[in-house]
């Protein structure tokens, strides 16, 4: 039976992309096929792929990515990094404290922690 659900996301420039997930998000490069490769966070793992003709503008392409702990944290720890917010830590009624942020190709990043 299903196990688990992977993203796979598209980038436009891989070292750019590669960049700004370890070194900005903190996630480790944990295999590279040239035009595909993975990364890992904890027990979070994305997949990405070549996609040069993609727009980041008209990307609709969007994940969310939930924290156990340590979400006030984090985004500060982002902020000091002069991450751009798409929307700023708040809680939601869905009892959720959430921000969002999109990455170098457009692609929609919003990560949660439950209440």
């Known amino acids: 039976m299903i196990s688990s659900v992977v993203p796979k996301l598209p980038f436009i420039d891989k070292q750019k992309t590669i960049d700004f997930y370890v070194k900005v998000l ?3 490069l ?3 096929y040239g035009d595909y490769f993975i990364i890992e966070a904890d027990a979070a793992e994305l997949h ?3 996609h040069p003709k993609l727009r980041p503008a008209a990307s609709h392409f969007m994940i969310y990515v ?3 702990n340590g979400i006030k944290d984090f985004y500060q720890k982002l902020l000091s990094k002069n991450v751009s917010m798409l929307a700023n830590l708040e809680t939601k009624p869905w009892r959720q404290t959430e921000f ?4 170098p190709n457009g692609t929609l990043l919003t990560f949660g922690q439950s209440l």
């Open 30 to 32: 944990s295999s590279d």
């Open 66 to 68: 939930r924290i156990d």
């Open 100 to 103: 969002a942020l999109t990455d």
């Open 26 to 28: 903190g996630f480790t």
């Open 48 to 50: 990405f792929f070549h």
